[in-house]
Nanobody, 121 residues
Framework: QLADSGGKLVQPGESLILSCVAS????????MAWFRQATGKEREFVAA???????NLSEAVKGRFTLSRDDARTAVYLHMASLNPDDTAVYSC?????????????????WGQGTQVTVSS
């Protein structure tokens, strides 16, 4: 199971950290990712970190977002900076064990319930 949290209303330019805590002993072997879905739009890949800590960021967030994982705490963190209204969405973390690209939602087995991030003045 995945429990994601940390979403809230922020102003443009502010920063925010989302957390995803996983249950289970095999966390270290999972690739972890964040996807987001804005109202009326399709789900979009945001960032992923593999079991061996390789990070992949979408072009939309590169340079503003970073991703880290703490295997001891079975947690992954999405560090978001310079937020703008286009970042408004429900953010969901995901976990899966696979090889190859980390940007495809269908490759992930487990999903969090989602946390709302709203960027507005």
């Amino acid at each position: 199971q995945l429990a994601d949290s940390g979403g809230k209303l922020v102003q443009p330019g502010e920063s925010l950290i989302l957390s995803c805590v996983a249950s289970g002993r095999t966390f270290r072997s999972y690739n972890m990712a964040w996807f987001r879905q804005a109202t009326g739009k399709e789900r979009e890949f945001v960032a992923a970190i593999t079991w061996d800590h390789q990070v992949n960021l979408s072009e939309a967030v590169k340079g503003r977002f970073t991703l880290s994982r703490d295997d001891a705490r079975t947690a992954v963190y999405l560090h978001m900076a310079s937020l703008n209204p286009d970042d408004t969405a429900v953010y969901s973390c995901a976990a899966g064990r696979f090889s190859g690209t980390t940007a495809l939602a269908r490759k992930y087995e487990y999903w969090g319930q989602g946390t709302q991030v709203t960027v507005s003045s």
